[in-house]
């Protein structure tokens, strides 16, 4: 019997992705939910969870080589300090019970791998190149970060090789920052915000689904890497490039910090602050990007 790989946030932008290229390459795959619905696909089933209540459907982690997780509560909301509650105990909670279920199992039935996202908001603002050694922040989600690492880190206890993927600004035109702003950049509206300067690493949703994949399958593959497109642009330019994408001229004034901070509060430090993110340590380890121009990559997405 082929075992399964078992997905948390799989119904998520990158997680729909990456069941779907599972099973077109015939893997079995389960995806843990809070609603937990019939699938048409043998391939693919629906199992139960509920981290907040430390529940989970104990036929969830039978037959299973990897967990690929990627649960976790959106980041792009306001701020408030109920959602800074959520956005950190969706992490730590789905974590823990991850922990629960693999340590109640037979050391030889144990899954082999756990793939857990994460992301380059772990690193400072500033122009500087950034590696996976480059220190951290202190910041609200810079913690967030160290939280959900550690987490998956955790495992290592429990015999699993772990690999977290400090993701950078994924492009999808069906969500996150790129989905947003394509309404207003065909309405000839789009602009830079702050200043324009600040560095922005972007990567393709495709290249991310993939490098979940290389991690998940290739044994060599441990600890923290960047995910980020080779090539880092500046705010500026990469809203001129979504802007040629869409055949629009590309003239508006930049959003200012301030009307950005009214409107997102503490949350606008996403946008505003600058990341230079250099992905070289999971090139070297044999992953290739597939979209390394960005705009050959934003015209394949608009």
């Not at 689904?209 to 497109?229: I, M, P």
């Not at 070297?284 to 997405?301: I, M």
């Amino acid at each position: 019997m082929q075992k399964s790989i078992l997905i948390t946030g799989g119904t998520g932008l990158i997680g729909q992705a990456i069941v779907d290229s599972l099973i077109r390459q015939n893997q079995p795959v389960k995806v843990l939910t809070r609603r937990p619905k019939n699938s048409d696909n043998p391939l693919l089933e629906y199992v139960e969870w509920n981290p907040e209540a430390k529940e989970m459907d104990p036929h969830a982690m039978t037959h299973v080589r990897g967990i690929l997780h990627l649960a976790g509560a959106p980041v792009a909301q306001r701020w408030t300090a109920r959602a800074k509650a959520a956005i950190l105990n969706s992490r730590v909670q789905t974590s823990a019970l991850l922990y629960q279920a693999i340590e109640a199992l037979p050391a030889e039935q144990r899954p082999g791998v756990c793939v857990g996202a994460s992301a380059i908001g772990l690193y400072p603002s500033g122009p500087d190149l950034l590696t996976e050694q480059s220190p951290g922040d202190k910041s609200f989600l810079a913690d967030v970060v160290r939280s959900w690492e550690s987490g998956v880190t955790n495992l290592q206890t429990l015999g699993l090789r772990t690999v977290s993927l400090r993701i950078g600004l994924v492009l999808s035109p069906r969500g996150g920052m790129l989905g947003k702003l394509l309404p207003v950049f065909k309405m000839g509206l789009g602009s830079a915000v702050g200043s324009g300067e600040q560095w922005q690493s972007w990567v393709h949703e495709a290249d991310v689904q993939r490098a979940f994949e290389w991690a998940l399958n290739d044994s060599s593959a441990e600890g923290a890497y960047n995910v980020a497109a080779p090539q880092p642009v500046t705010n500026k330019q990469l809203s001129a490039a979504i802007a040629r994408a869409c055949h629009r001229p590309f003239w508006a004034p930049h959003v200012p910090s301030f009307a950005l901070k009214l409107a997102y509060g503490e949350m606008a430090s996403v946008v505003l602050s600058s990341q230079r993110v250099a992905s070289e340590r999971i090139t070297q380890a044999g992953f290739a990007f597939e979209h390394t121009d960005l705009d050959k990559a934003l015209s394949d997405l608009v």
